[in-house]
Structure formats: C-alpha cells, structure tokens
C-alpha cells in the first residue's frame, strides 16, 4: 500500500501540482525502499515457508518411521516396499506445498485484501464497494471446485501406489511370467495401470486449471469495472455519491490497489491445488493412525529380573481375525544353552521367536531377556531368506557390524565354511555380489548371512528354519557352521523341523496344541 500510495502521489504531485522535480527526491527514495523492503519481505516469506515445511515433513517422517516401528516386521510382512515408499516419499512431500505456500497465503489472502478494502472505503466508498461485492464470488466458486479436487487428490495418491506396487510386482516376477508366457499380458495390466494413473492425473490438473481460470475472470471483471468507475468519475460523467471528489491521485491510488487487492487471492488459487494434494496425502497417512491401537505393549506384570537366563511366563498372543497362536507359555532358558524350538506347522514356533526378538507384542505374559525386555537386548536374526544387498562381501558383512575390520571378517567367514570360496575370488572381500546375493548359490548366502551372526555382539541368536529350501549339501554345510557358532557359548533358538538341527540342541521343546513340553 505504502507503494502504490507513493508511485500515485508522484504521478499526482508531476502531472497535476506540477512540483519541482528536486522536491520529488525523498519521496522517490522512500519508494525505492518500499520497493526494496516488499522484495525482502516476499523472500522472507518464502523461505519461512520452506522452513517450516522442512520441519513438519521431517517430523512426518519421524511418526512414519515410529509407526512401521511399531507395526514390526510381523505386521509389515504384507505391505509393498513399493507402497512404503510411496508413503515415505510421495505423500510426505504432498504436504510440501500446503504448508509453504498454501498456508501462509490463506492468511495473506485474508488480511491483506481486508487492510486494502479499508484503505478504499476510505478513499471512496461506491469503488470499495465494486471490490467487496466481487471478492466474495471467488472463494465462494473456489470452494464449490475445491469439494470436487479433494475427493481427485485423494483418488491420485491411491493410484500412485496402486501403480507403484503393481509395477514392483511385475518387475519382481519378471523371471516367472517369462517362463510361463506371461510377460504380454502382465504388460498390458501395467499400461492399463499406468492410464488409469494418467487419466486421475489429468483431471486433477483440469480442476487446478478450472479454479484458476474461476479467479482470473471474477477478478478481471472487478478490476475492469473499477477502472471505468474511476474513468467516468475522473471525466465527470458520473455524480453520484463520492465520485464527483475523486482525483487523479485518489483514482489512480485505488486503480493501482485494485489488481494488489486480487493478488493474494490469485496466489491462494494457484496454491488450491497443492491444498488438495496434501489432504488427499493426510488422509491416506492418517489412516495409519487406526493401525496403532492396540500395538502398545501390554501391561503385563513385572518378571523377576535374572541375568543368567531367559524366561517366558503365561505368554498369550492372538493375531487379529485368528485365534490365540499361543496360550499361557511359560518357558526358561539358561544362557548358553541350545533350544529347538520343534512341532508341526503353524503350530506358534514362529510366533514365539517373533515376541522374543520384539517383532510382535503379547496380549499378555511377561518376558525377560537376560534381564531385559525384547527390545532392549542385542540378538542376532537368520531367517529363511537371508537379506544380502547388492553390494561387496564386506558390505553384506558389515550390515550388522559397521566397525568390523579385514581379520575379523576373515575369521567369521573361515568359520562357516566360506574360506575357501572366498580364496577364490578375483576381489576378495571386495568381490561384488548381486541384489539378494545373487551369484552365490542358497547354502552359500545363507552362511554369508551366518558369518554376520559370528560379528555380532549379541548373546542371544534366534533362527527361524534356518535350513529351509536348501539342498541336502547346503544343509550340511550351514548345520555344520551352526554346530561352531553353538560352540562359541552364545544362546540359540532354532524353530526346525530338521531332525540333525534337533541333534544339535542341548534341549528340544515341543508345541502341542499351542502349548509347551520338553521332549
């Protein structure tokens, strides 16, 4: 305001009192710094804005993170990577724009066009009233428009990770459908995916078009009547009301206001549609919400604290939809012993493996992991599939022992078995393998994830099955690595229905009907 009052008092002072030009030079420097301090004002703005959604999508991030936290890796067994990764990335970075530019203009869009109404109501009422009887229709159509482009954004973000995981799918299986001719048609199912993903897209840009297109017209027909008021009235033409006391710095100051007055409005719809992304985002990661209840621990009386064993007491856990996978364990463990975890499928080996590493939370019952709680006590992990990355042995090896050095790497690969096989490559430790270890046969990469246990601090080493899916070779071989990790003094608990896995536990424990009983 402060501008534009300036520039039309010039304009005034040179055409109408025809000051002297030596008189103008203050008021030309003020007008210089309004300029100036307008520029610096936008830029702080801006760069507030950025900051303050820098901070609200890390901390999105942060609660993201704590959910799939407490999810475990139990609940999180059937969500696409694909689709976390669309909401790690794509739905956080939809509240981008809400909330640096969306929100800030809402409140500009509110005061700035009130404080300039002021200004012209002061000016001359019949112009101020042109502005309020338009300013109204625009947030009224923007409103009507904004219902329709919610309910888009949101159908936009579920088909971005629809397409996402259906693309990760295919891409995964790739092998598989080439083998059984299928590779045509799981094409087409991507390029119907991808249209579908193009046609939601598209309909959210015609509606960010639709709203702004809206704004532009309303505003140009209240800029233009304005302008022909203020024309007529300057030439005389009409009389009515305050008119006949405009002048040529009045009318031009309220001219000049006119478009500043749209402005924040023009800003607040060209942001309307960074608002609809971010909701149809909030939506979809504020459902997650719904998935927590009921994944706090459960206030289980306290156990007594004993550093020399493990132990379980009245263990109860029941899946959602399923009946209770385990009922009433109780269960102690000696440190250093070896326990085979042994009985027929499904019948909660698994399960309890999964509620002492923390993976999955009791209804109820107690468990002390030497001392502590699951969760607080270093263990080490080897499942069915061992998680290799693309990367170097030394890669893999340090996933769970950052700070491990050549000899110590060396000794734990010598003693699962895999020193001669690493004498014989090019690279060494630095040989590469692929994604899922691909370049070693499965007995291999599942010694290679072995040796990981061997670098591990931890006292404790739960195996799931640890033989699955491999050949007779294979299994003697990781049974054999596993007899001299059962040597080095650690606790292990092996879920297997292997007969020499059992042959080498200290103590076998059966599951019967979702209870416990030494064999």
């Known amino acids: 305001m402060a501008q534009m009052g300036l520039i039309a008092w010039l304009v005034h002072a040179l055409l109408v009192t025809q000051v002297a030009y030596f008189e103008l030079l203050w008021p030309g420097v003020a007008l210089g710094l309004a300029i100036v301090l307008r520029s610096l004002a936008q830029a702080a703005q801006e760069r507030c804005g950025q900051h303050a959604s820098a901070q609200v999508r890390q901390l999105a991030r942060v609660q993201l993170a704590a959910h799939w936290d407490a999810l475990g890796p139990v609940r999180m067994a059937d969500r696409s990577s694909a689709t976390l990764t669309n909401q790690w990335v794509e739905q956080v970075e939809a509240l981008d724009g809400y909330y640096a530019r969306y929100l800030p203009q809402q409140w500009l869009a509110l005061l700035s066009p009130l404080l300039i109404l002021l200004l012209v109501f002061w000016l001359d009422w019949l112009a101020a009233l042109f502005l309020l009887l338009a300013a109204p229709l625009i947030p009224l ?29 295919r891409v995964r299986s790739l092998t598989s459908l080439q083998l059984f001719g299928q590779a045509g048609a799981a094409t087409e199912s991507v390029q119907a995916a991808a249209e579908r993903y193009r046609a939601v897209t598209m309909r959210t840009l015609r509606i960010a078009f639709l709203s702004s297109a809206v704004l532009e017209f309303f505003a140009s027909v209240a800029i233009a009547v304005a302008a022909m008021y203020i024309g007529f009235g300057l030439l005389g033409y009409i009389q009515y009301g305050p008119a006949a006391e405009l002048s040529l710095f009045s009318g031009l100051f309220i001219l000049l206001l006119a478009p500043e007055f749209f402005q924040p409005l023009r800003s607040l719809a060209q942001s309307y549609h960074d608002r609809a992304a971010a909701l149809g985002a909030a939506d979809s990661l504020a459902a997650l919400e719904h998935e927590s209840v009921g994944l706090a621990p459960s206030q289980a009386p306290e156990i007594r604290a004993d550093a020399s064993c493990l132990r379980v007491r009245n263990l109860t856990l029941t899946y959602p939809g399923r009946g209770p996978t385990l009922a009433n364990f109780t269960l102690t463990i000696n440190r250093g012993q070896v326990v085979a975890l042994i009985g027929a499928s ?8 999964h509620c002492l590493a923390g993976f999955a939370q009791p209804n109820a019952g107690s468990i002390s992991l030497f001392g502590k709680v699951p969760g607080q006590q270093p263990f080490a992990w080897l499942g069915q599939r061992p998680f290799l990355i693309q990367g170097t042995w030394a890669d893999n090896l340090r996933l769970t022992a950052l700070q491990a ?19 014989a490559q090019p690279q060494g430790l630095n040989t590469a393998l692929g994604e899922g270890g691909r370049g070693l046969s499965g007995g291999q990469a599942q010694r290679l994830a072995l040796a990981r246990v061997w670098l591990s601090d931890a006292d404790l080493v739960l195996l799931d099955e640890p033989t699955a899916s491999l050949d007779e070779q294979s299994e003697a071989e990781v049974i054999e690595a596993l007899r001299g990790l059962a040597a080095s003094g650690k606790t292990l608990i092996i879920a297997t229905h292997h007969p020499a896995l059992m042959a080498l536990a200290d103590r076998r424990v059966e599951l019967v009907r979702r209870r416990l009983s030494d064999v």
């Open 141 to 169: 159509f923007m409103a009507l428009i904004g219902m329709s482009a919610e309910k888009v954004s949101q159908q936009h973000v579920l088909e971005a990770g629809r397409l996402a995981g259906h693309f990760l799918d």
């Open 346 to 353: 499904g019948s909660g080996k698994s399960s309890l493996l």
């Open 405 to 423: 050095d050549e000899p110590s790497m060396m000794r734990a690969l010598e003693a699962v078995g895999l020193g001669p096989l690493l004498a």
